[in-house]
């Protein structure tokens, strides 16, 4: 009984950043709003998405073949410019989100919407593993009807898969805020980081182990 206790405690204390079990619903002029689009860049497209703690998240995209680049950030609240600390209060209505910016012509956006589902519980509320609050559920934001149209068609497939409903918010996109700098990269600049080696790395390398054939070559 003691050792139950003991991992129990170690699991907590390995959270991501500070943990919030506060229920923050999304407000209505959020869920309701018009979505917007984000125009391409030299050839790229952007997507966003939220599933508990962004250095995981992080790390599943950028080991996709076609995505060039993924920044953590927040993004489905209330409030403008926030922060790490005031985002884990879990009242500010933002989640740990990130941008993946991708090549459409390598990977498209339903295999993102794919990815996002089969990389985490789908059926966990208000969080992810150890991380728990408002400020780590799953959110899947559409800029468009057509991206709107396939995150439903990927969820009802998923959803046969599971007993639980899933969680998952599908939202309109309206903003999303970039992550203070030590952020960006975590799981790749901090390797030894217990969170990293026990939570961040086991489901990067459950991802691998499910979508191995959009894998980079380098993928590490």
């Given at each position: 009984m003691k050792l139950l206790f003991i991992n129990f405690v170690s699991l907590v204390l390995l959270a991501c950043g500070n943990q919030n079990t506060q229920q923050t619903v999304t407000k209505p002029e959020i869920a309701n709003a018009t979505p917007v689009e984000v125009e391409m860049q030299d050839g790229m497209k952007k997507a966003y998405f939220a599933s508990g703690c962004f250095w995981c998240v992080e790390a599943i995209y950028e080991s996709i073949e076609g995505v060039d680049e993924v920044i953590s950030g927040y993004s489905g609240g209330h409030t403008k410019n926030p922060t790490y600390e005031e985002s884990n209060t879990g009242r500010t209505g933002h989640a740990e989100a990130v941008e993946v910016i991708y090549d459409p012509e390598v990977v498209d956006f339903r295999t993102l919407v794919q990815v996002f589902?089969?990389?985490?519980?789908?059926?966990?509320?208000?969080?992810?593993?150890?991380?728990?609050?408002?400020?780590?559920?799953?959110?899947?934001?559409?800029?468009?009807?057509?991206?709107?149209?396939?995150?439903?068609?990927?969820?009802?497939?998923?959803?046969?898969?599971?007993?639980?409903?899933?969680?998952?918010?599908?939202?309109?996109?309206?903003?999303?805020?970039?992550?203070?700098?030590?952020?960006?990269?975590?799981?790749?600049?901090?390797?030894?980081?217990?969170?990293?080696?026990?939570?961040?790395?086991?489901?990067?390398?459950?991802?691998?182990?499910?979508?191995?054939?959009?894998?980079?070559?380098?993928?590490?």
């Open positions: 589902f089969g990389s985490q519980n789908p059926t966990q509320v208000n969080g992810q593993g150890p991380d728990n609050g408002s400020q780590y559920r799953s959110i899947i934001f559409f800029q468009t009807e057509e991206q709107k149209n396939i995150i439903n068609e990927v969820k009802t497939e998923v959803a046969k898969n599971y007993q639980k409903p899933l969680a998952a918010e599908i939202l309109p996109f309206q903003k999303f805020w970039v992550a203070e700098d030590y952020h960006q990269n975590y799981e790749k600049n901090n390797p030894q980081n217990p969170y990293i080696q026990n939570v961040s790395i086991p489901r990067l390398n459950r991802f691998k182990e499910k979508f191995p054939n959009i894998l980079k070559e380098n993928a590490h």
